[in-house]
């Protein structure tokens, strides 16, 4: 059974950086074709993509939010850490991670945790 | 970047067919997934590959895609299929790209 599970602070204050964190069961981020990636939705808002992480460790990041992203996997952990720099409270969302793989061409995120909510305030 | 328009909200009739269309230049040449999200729950697959469908969802969703649309099909609406629909797909710019979501109500 494949299961995802966020976690992180559910306060940020603004300027600040945020850290969160996917760990994973029922699979491996080592095994040819598997990727994870994080989505945020902002209260009544829709789906944002922010990042994601292939098996052999390449990154993608949303070219609107390069520059404040950092994406890194522990496979020994079974964990994938998201880094948001320079925090805002435009940044307040439900933060997701998903599973996702890859054969000729990428696969939808079939698989989702239940998602963590951060706010961004003073 | 590559943008997915989604219409805000789709309306219909308990029993009838509803169409939620996914805009996009050239998206029938992409994959297209359709996610389904009811409150307060995390996005579930409901068609992925255009047309496939994952075990557990009812044949009453289906998926087209052609030219600058693809249109998820509910046949047969429930109530209990009233939730947020949003489209997905992989863009060799952009990686992942979603649609603004449509509101389907029952």
């Known amino acids: 059974q494949i299961t995802l599970k966020e976690s992180g602070p559910t306060l940020v204050k603004p300027t600040q950086p945020l850290t969160l964190t996917c760990t994973f069961s029922?699979?491996?981020?080592?095994?040819?074709?598997?990727?994870v990636g994080w989505i945020r939705q902002p209260p009544g808002k829709a789906l944002e993509w922010l990042a994601l992480i292939y098996w052999h460790d390449d990154k993608r990041y949303s070219p609107s939010l390069k520059s404040r992203l950092t994406i890194a996997k522990d496979t020994s952990k079974n964990q994938v850490v998201l880094t948001m720099t320079n925090m805002d409270p435009v940044d307040t969302a439900t933060y997701y991670c998903?599973?996702?793989?890859?054969?000729?061409?990428?696969?939808?995120?079939?698989?989702w945790g239940r998602g963590t909510p951060v706010t961004v305030s003073s | 970047s590559y943008v997915l328009t989604q219409p805000p909200s789709v309306s219909v009739a308990p029993g009838q067919t509803a169409r939620i269309t996914c805009g996009g230049d050239?998206?029938?040449?992409?994959?297209v997934h359709w996610f389904q999200q009811k409150p307060g729950q995390a996005p579930v697959v409901v068609i992925y590959d255009d047309t496939d469908r994952p075990s557990g969802i009812p044949e009453r969703f289906s998926g087209t895609n052609s030219g600058n649309t693809a249109t998820l099909t509910i046949s047969g609406v429930e109530v209990g299929d009233e939730a947020d629909y949003y489209c997905?797909?992989?863009?060799?710019?952009?990686?992942?790209?979603f649609g603004g979501g449509s509101k389907l109500t029952v």
């Open positions: 050239k998206i029938g040449s992409k994959t």
């Open positions: 029922g699979f491996s981020l080592t095994t040819t074709g598997v990727g």
């Open positions: 998903a599973r996702f793989t890859f054969d000729i061409l990428p696969g939808p995120f079939h698989h």
């Open positions: 997905q797909v992989w863009d060799s710019t952009s990686e992942v790209v």
